[in-house]
């Protein structure tokens, strides 16, 4: 039977399929903030308020975009994979060599200041050497 030509042919329309979404990972900051925090010490006290505008931002941003999860987008997070598990132990100082990036941001990495060298991990209670 050719369905295309019977009048007793229905077509099925298809159910719409809702993929559950949420943002992950870095939100790009704000182009002041990246200068700012390029010729600064990204934990100086003077960019709060670059931090606080960032955030305020990029969760309104999620808001009126209907995100049913809203995050800070990370905006001030300035740990990075290299140096999140050893930042803040004894044994490291901030002064390490910087990385340059083609987009224009930078990350310095820690220097180890003396031994023994052990990776440490982020709590509640502070850093831990594991």
Do not use: W
Not at 9 to 35: F, N, Q, S, Y
Not at 98 to 112: A, E, K, N, Q, V
């Amino acid at each position: 039977m050719n369905y295309a030509l019977s009048k007793t042919a229905t077509m099925v329309k298809p159910t719409p399929i809702t993929i559950p979404t949420e943002p992950i990972g870095r939100i790009p900051r704000p182009v002041d903030l990246i200068e700012r925090v390029k010729n600064a010490d990204s934990e100086d006290p003077k960019l709060a308020p670059l931090y606080d505008a960032a955030v305020r931002g990029t969760m309104e941003r999620f808001a009126g975009a209907g995100s049913p999860v809203v995050t800070d987008g990370e905006q001030r997070k300035h740990h990075n994979v290299c140096t999140r598990c050893v930042h803040g132990l004894p044994n490291t100082a901030p002064d390490g060599f910087m990385i340059p990036f083609s987009d224009g941001h930078t990350r310095r990495l820690s220097r180890l200041t003396r031994g023994p060298f052990r990776y440490g991990t982020q709590t509640l209670a502070g850093t831990v050497n594991l």
